[in-house]
């Protein structure tokens, strides 16, 4: 098992920025993908940024290439998501998920992931 807590949303204005992270215990991290995603009142939940368990991949949805910023640190069993330029239309839960590595490789599909955490609240006002 490997728990998944997530920290750092909040209410910021349109253009401004948040860093929300993940921290990871149970199992060694170094052996999970990592990923983000966002589910906003109403919608369906949707991928938003997803890194290789070595940190040299990283994958975002064209809705937040070049805002967003995907990191992690294995000694920490953190992973960050950096957002930049925050927009109206970013408001949502966001999750982090974490994909065993000998299940294959990135992928935006949640029901590819094997644990969530249980979510963050960004709510960004215009």
């Known amino acids: 098992q490997v728990q998944l807590v997530e920290s750092g949303g909040g209410l910021v204005q349109a253009g401004g920025s948040l860093r929300l992270s993940c921290a990871a215990s149970?199992?060694?991290?170094?052996?999970?993908?990592m990923g983000w995603f966002r589910q906003a009142p109403g919608k369906e939940r949707e991928f938003v940024a997803a890194i290789s368990w070595s940190g040299l991949r990283t994958y975002y949805a064209d809705s937040v290439k070049g805002r967003f910023t995907i990191s992690r640190d294995n000694a920490k069993s953190t992973v960050n998501l950096q957002m930049n330029s925050l927009k109206p239309e970013d408001t949502a839960d966001y999750y982090c998920?974490?994909?065993?590595?000998?299940?294959?490789?990135?992928?935006?599909?949640?029901?590819?992931?094997?644990?969530w955490g249980q979510g963050t609240q960004v709510t960004v006002s215009s």
């Open positions: 149970g199992r060694t991290f170094s052996n999970y993908h």
């Open positions: 998920a974490a994909r065993r590595t000998d299940a294959g490789g990135l992928t935006v599909h949640g029901d590819e992931y094997h644990y």
